[in-house]
């Protein structure tokens, strides 16, 4: 059974502070690598997505990959009350026809 | 670009009918769409994915009688929810993808209330 593993929070952090959510995964042959922010009663939206090893920046979002730890997470610099949200990490596999995978999300909560 | 149009935004309607929703890919082709349920606080549940022209594969435990999904293009996927009862009342979206190693982009969500 392939899952995706995220700490279900809340994460609270001050606002302008650095938010840290982490992300596990237990398909070695997992490929590419996708993070969503919802708000309450809405859909998904993506964020970032990462495909190799090492970090990947985006305006306040940096998206960092291990793949021998099997290993993602995204940081957020700047915490914005905004950014108040529960943030979905996704796994595609190439087995099973590239099947995504949701982790459950963490509830991130900046503080005015 | 990536955008993934779905209708209605919201449905109220009574015990036993059925409700179509449409889910479009405005500027690419989607390969596969997928449908998905999310009850209140609770995790995205797939409900099936869809490639089209073929028949829908469907999650477990999820009924393909009472969820008619039909992929007739590349831009549009239905979900058709038949003879509709309370317990069917939840937040329904669809996402799409253009690639297989790609991100799903997901619709706005229909909200569904059955009286």
């Known amino acids: 059974q392939k899952e995706v593993e995220q700490n279900s929070g809340p994460l609270s952090v001050p606002e302008g502070a650095i938010a840290s959510l982490n992300c596990t995964y237990s398909?070695?042959?997992?490929?590419?690598f996708f993070w969503y922010r919802q708000y309450s009663g809405k859909s998904p939206e993506l964020i970032m997505f990462?495909?190799?090893?090492g970090d990947k920046e985006d305006g306040r979002f940096t998206a960092q990959l291990n793949k021998a730890s099997q290993y993602v997470s995204l940081l957020i610099r700047d915490s914005q009350p905004s950014d108040s949200a529960t943030y979905l990490c996704a796994v595609n596999s190439d087995t099973g026809g590239f099947k995504t995978i949701f982790g459950a999300g963490t509830r991130l909560f900046v503080k005015a | 670009g990536a955008v993934v149009s779905q209708h209605p935004s919201w449905v109220i309607c009574k015990s036993g009918t059925s409700v179509k929703i449409e889910c479009r890919s405005l500027?690419?082709?989607?390969?596969?769409m997928f449908w998905y349920r999310q009850f209140p606080k609770q995790s995205l549940m797939l409900m099936a994915t869809s490639n089209e022209g073929s028949k829908a594969t469907y999650e477990q435990g999820v009924e393909k009688d009472k969820f008619l999904i039909n992929h007739a293009s590349l831009t549009l996927s239905t979900l058709t929810v038949t003879s509709a009862h309370p317990e069917d009342s939840s937040f329904y979206i669809c996402s799409a993808r253009d690639r297989v190693d790609g991100p799903q982009h997901f619709g706005d969500g229909t909200r569904l209330s059955i009286l």
């Open positions: 398909d070695r042959g997992s490929q590419s």
């Open positions: 990462i495909y190799s090893n």
């Open positions: 500027d690419f082709q989607a390969t596969t």
